[in-house]
C-alpha cells in the first residue's frame, strides 16, 4: 500500500537540520544544516534547488570543499579521519548566528508575503539571502548563482 | 568599501572563514585528543596542563562525553 507522507513543515526542517548537526558532531546548528535539510528530505524546496544542480550531495561536496579552501587560506591540511575521531557529544547543539538569522529573515519573508508562517521555501530564502559565510561560499563553489536563483524563487511565487 | 566588494570569496572573507574552519578544527582535535589520551591512561591534570587550561575546566568540558562513550574515568590520579 502506497503511504502518503505529509510534506516537511519549516519546524520539521528545523528539526532535522538540529538533528543532523548533532549527527555531525556540530557544537551550532548553522546555516548550512537548514540548507543541506532543504536540499534533501525537504521536497518543496528540493525541488526548487534541483534544476540548478544543487541536491543534497552536491551541498555536502560543496560545504567540504569549502571548508579545504578557509583551511588552505590558513595554510592548513584537513584533518585525517582517524585524528578527527571523537565521540559524540552529550549535549544537543543550540542554535548559532547563521542559522538564527537565516530563520529570521524567513520569517521576515513570510510576513512581507502575508502569510501567518513561513514554508520552507520562506526559510530557503532566508538561508539564500546571506551576502557572506560558508552558505554563499559554498554556493560559489558550486557555480550557482545565487542572486538569480533568489530572483528565480521570487517569480515563482 | 561598497557592500559590492564584500564578496564572500574576497581575501578579507577568506581570512575570516580560516577563523572559522580554523576554529572548528581545533574544537575537533581537542575532543578527540582528550578521548585519547583519556583511554591511554592519563590524568585530568596531565591533559589540563597539556591544554594549558585548569583541571576543573577540563573536566566540566569532557567528562559527560567521556562517560557516555564508557572510558572508564576512575582512579585517576589527581
Same mark, same amino acid.
Given at each position: ?114 502569510? /501567518? ?41 | ?15 575570516? /572563514? ?31 596542563? /597539556? ?16 562517560? /557516555? ?10
Amino acid at each position: 500500500m502506497h503511504e502518503v507522507v505529509a510534506p516537511m513543515s519549516t519546524r520539521d526542517v528545523a528539526k532535522q537540520a538540529r538533528g543532523l548537526a548533532s549527527e555531525l558532531n556540530a557544537r551550532t546548528v548553522e546555516a548550512e544544516h537548514l540548507l543541506l535539510v532543504l536540499a534533501g528530505p525537504c521536497d518543496e524546496t528540493a525541488r526548487i534547488l534541483k534544476p540548478v544542480a544543487l541536491d543534497r550531495g552536491r551541498v555536502e561536496a560543496a560545504l567540504r570543499e569549502e571548508r579545504q579552501a578557509s583551511l588552505a587560506a590558513a595554510g592548513v591540511e584537513p584533518l585525517t579521519a582517524e585524528r578527527a575521531t571523537r565521540s559524540g557529544r552529550t549535549r544537543a547543539p543550540q542554535w548559532g548566528a547563521s542559522a538564527k538569522s537565516a530563520l529570521k529573515r524567513g520569517h521576515e519573508i513570510a510576513r512581507r508575503g502575508g502569510r /501567518a508562517g513561513e514554508t520552507p521555501t520562506d526559510l530557503l530564502l532566508g538561508v539564500l539571502q546571506a551576502e557572506l559565510g560558508t552558505v554563499p561560499r559554498a554556493l560559489a563553489i558550486t557555480g550557482a548563482d545565487r542572486t538569480a536563483l533568489i530572483a528565480h524563487i521570487g517569480r515563482r511565487r | 568599501m561598497t557592500s559590492r566588494e564584500r564578496q564572500p570569496m574576497g581575501d578579507i572573507a577568506n581570512d575570516l /572563514a580560516a577563523v572559522l574552519a580554523l576554529r572548528t578544527m581545533a574544537d575537533t582535535l581537542e575532543d578527540a585528543g582528550v578521548e585519547r589520551a583519556m583511554r591511554a591512561g592519563w590524568s585530568w591534570s596531565e591533559v589540563a596542563e /597539556a591544554l594549558g587550561v585548569t583541571r576543573q575546566a577540563v573536566h566540566k568540558k569532557h567528562s559527560a562525553r567521556l562517560i /557516555a562513550a564508557d572510558i572508564d574515568l576512575r582512579r585517576r590520579h589527581a
